[in-house]
Every structure is written in C-alpha cells, then in structure tokens.
C-alpha cells in the first residue's frame, strides 16, 4: 500500500497543474488517469497574462531549451496555445520533481475500482487497476495489475463525466447533495482548424508583424494564428507556413450542422485570410491538414452543469468536474490553473476552507454570468480574455 497527501483523479491542465503546486511545497502527491501520458488534444485555447506567469512560477529547476522557448511563445502569441503544450510542459515538472526526490506517484492506464469512507465520511482507502488490457496499470513506469492508495485528500478532476464522484455517491450518502444541475444555459459553438498557407507561385510568403490576428464583425469573434517554431524563423523568408484558426459560429438552427458548417466555416477561414493575407502576397494556397480533418471543427453546445459545492469532507472537485461550462475554445483552462492555486493554498494552510469555497464558488458565478451574456447575444468571449461587445475594437 501507498501512502499519500493526496490522489488526484486526471491528467487534464486543472489536475496537472494542481500537482505540481503540490509537489513544490513537498506534499507526497499522486495523480492518476485512464489514459497514458501521450497528451494528443490539439485544440487552441487562450491563456491570459496570470495564467502564464502562474505556468512560470511552476518550472521546477532550469527550464530545458523546449521549455523556455514554450514559455517565449505563449507570451508571443498572446497566450494562444494548444491544450497537449500544456499538459507536455506540466508533466515535465511533474517529473522533474520525481527525479529530485520529491514523493511523487503517477499511475496511467488507471481505473479506481472501490473507494473507502470512514465513519465521518472521508475517504482514505482507494484501490486501483488496469484500465485496459488487464495488467497494464503503470506506476512510476512500472507495470502492475492492481495498487492501493492511503490518502488524506482525494481531488476529482476528471472531467464533466465527474465518474470518481459518482462512485463516491454509491457509496456514501453523504455527498449527494453536492450534485446539482444549474440553469441549462448554453454557450456559442467554436470552430477549430489547422491549416497550411503558401503562395500559389511558391515565393517566399510576406507575413505580417504580428503572428496574431483578431477579426470581430457583428456576428462573430475570429482569432487566426499564424505558427511558426521561433520568431527568428518567423522573421525569414518562409514559403509555407501552419495557421490555427478559431471561430465563434452562431447558434441559429437554420446554420446547419456537419458537413455543412465545416464549408461555412471553410469559407469564413479563407475570407479572413484573403482579407489580411493576400494584400501582401497576392493568391495563396490553403490546405486543411489531412491528419486532423476530421477532427479540426468541434462544433458544441455545452449546458452548464454545476457542483453544489466544491469541497465535501476530503475531496475537492476543480475543473470541469466542479463546473462544466465551455468547449474548446475555452475549456475553462484559466479557472482551473486558478482554481490550483487555490487547492495548494488550501492544503498549506495558506487559506481558510471557507476562503476556498467562497474564491471557487465566485470563480462559478462569473462564468455562469458568462453564459447568461452570451444567451442574450450581446457579447463575445474568449477563454479568459474580458468580454466585451461585438462591434467593438479589441
């Protein structure tokens, strides 16, 4: 058996990050999930300057070169950055603090089959599998068939499925009437593509100074991102290049879904790129990168589902575990970098349970207050960014 502080449940960016404060502040950690650690999720979100400096605070020893240049381009790009860059650069600290010596243990390919309540209901005994195939259960890169955890705090952050904490109701009364269900508000479709730009007579491409364009009009926020590996490399001459493409879509039933959407977004993509491009390069080629069409437009209407509360005895529900609000775009990756903060304060001693509850509950409020605006159709938002009004000039 294993002894730990804590067992956090997924390796998305709120459990990683909460990790990792731990970690640093010598808590014996462990974190699970049903998958492996090739973090494959593509789509862009946007970081604001406190998520970022929150990542940098984070970097446990000398940052390698990738690393460095990670933090470099997510400033550069005003924080637009896929979902994998920065599960990869907090699973690097993650390990780094392993190999120092810190008590960390990460299980992938993990299932919890039972967990146990004492009689004032707080968990301390969680045993774990295989996921799939049988003994492929991987701790510490070593492979077993079964593990059991002691812990003093379990923390769900498994996602909207929130399967730990359905579990735990099963077994316990006691945390049912933390579930509850919010005003079915529904926030705007986003559409996601990755592309690649050249001219149609293979000359060197004339970009322009910033990798970043913002384009609103009345019905839409657009955000084209021109990537590259470096700025150095976007300085030269380059006669192709990769661009990430998001999209507010709106939600009128009669726009159509599937195929449909996908050309209207398709077209939407090649007017903003005309518009900005093509006056400096003339006719342009634009190619949908194979290996990600069919996955490149998400297309989602997401009710908000919401935790009664965030803390019930020991376990602690952050991410879309606590409150599930937006899809891909935003993913709500600048709350739950928030809301790690807030969990390794609270288990340090730093702030009060009251103090936590109320921090988390006005991080809910906002976004719920998010929803409402955007029902009303008055208002774009972006992952983090304020909102603000469609006309306007960002």
């Not at 294993?2 to 990683?16: K, P, R, T």
């Not at 990738?66 to 790009?77: I, W």
């Not at 967990?115 to 599998?129: A, E, H, W």
Request: proline residues 5%; glycine residues 4%.
């Amino acid at each position: 058996m294993f002894e730990c502080d804590l067992l956090i449940v997924g390796m998305g960016i709120a459990g990683l990050a909460t990790a990792v404060a731990l970690a640093k502040k010598g808590k014996r950690v462990a974190i699970c999930d049903r998958r492996t650690n090739e973090f494959k999720r593509w789509q862009h979100i946007i970081l604001t300057p406190e998520s970022i400096r929150t990542l940098s605070d984070l970097q446990q020893g000398s940052p390698s070169e990738v690393e460095t240049q990670f933090l470099y381009l997510l400033r550069r790009e005003r924080g637009i950055t896929a979902i994998k860059d920065i599960q990869r650069y907090l699973y690097k600290q993650l390990l780094r603090l392993q190999q120092s010596g810190n008590p960390v243990i990460i299980l992938t390919n993990a299932n919890i089959d039972s967990i146990t309540t004492d009689k004032q209901g707080n968990v301390n005994t969680i045993k774990i599998s295989s996921a799939a195939p049988p003994s492929s259960l991987i701790v510490n890169e070593t492979r077993l068939s079964q593990v059991e955890l002691k812990v003093q705090n379990l923390i769900c952050s498994d996602g909207y499925t929130r399967d730990t904490f359905y579990l735990l109701c099963e077994q316990s009364i006691d945390f049912k009437p933390a579930m509850a269900v919010a005003a079915p508000l529904y926030y705007p479709h986003h559409a996601s593509l990755n592309v690649s730009i050249q001219r149609v007579d293979n000359q060197p491409l004339v970009l322009p100074r910033n990798p970043v364009l913002r384009l609103t009009d009345q019905n839409r926020f657009r955000v084209l991102v021109l990537r590259t590996d470096s700025a150095a490399k976007f300085k030269e001459p380059r006669t192709k290049i990769k661009a990430h493409y998001v999209t507010e879509m709106p939600q009128d039933p009669a726009d159509g879904v599937g195929s449909h959407r996908k050309d209207s977004v398709r077209k939407l993509l090649r007017k903003d790129i005309v518009d900005n491009l093509c006056k400096l390069n003339g006719e342009l080629s634009v190619t949908l990168n194979t290996s990600e069409a069919d996955s490149g437009c998400q297309f989602f209407t997401t009710p908000l589902m919401k935790m009664e509360r965030p803390m019930m005895h020991n376990v602690i529900c952050i991410g879309d575990c606590f409150l599930t609000s937006r899809y891909a775009l935003s993913h709500g990756a600048n709350d739950a970098i928030k809301e790690a903060v807030l969990v390794r304060d609270l288990l340090t001693g730093d702030i009060t349970k009251s103090k936590f509850e109320q921090q988390m509950v006005r991080l809910a409020s906002s976004r719920i207050q998010e929803g409402k605006i955007f029902d009303e159709g008055k208002s774009a938002y972006v992952n983090g960014l304020p909102t603000v009004p469609y006309n306007s000039k960002y």
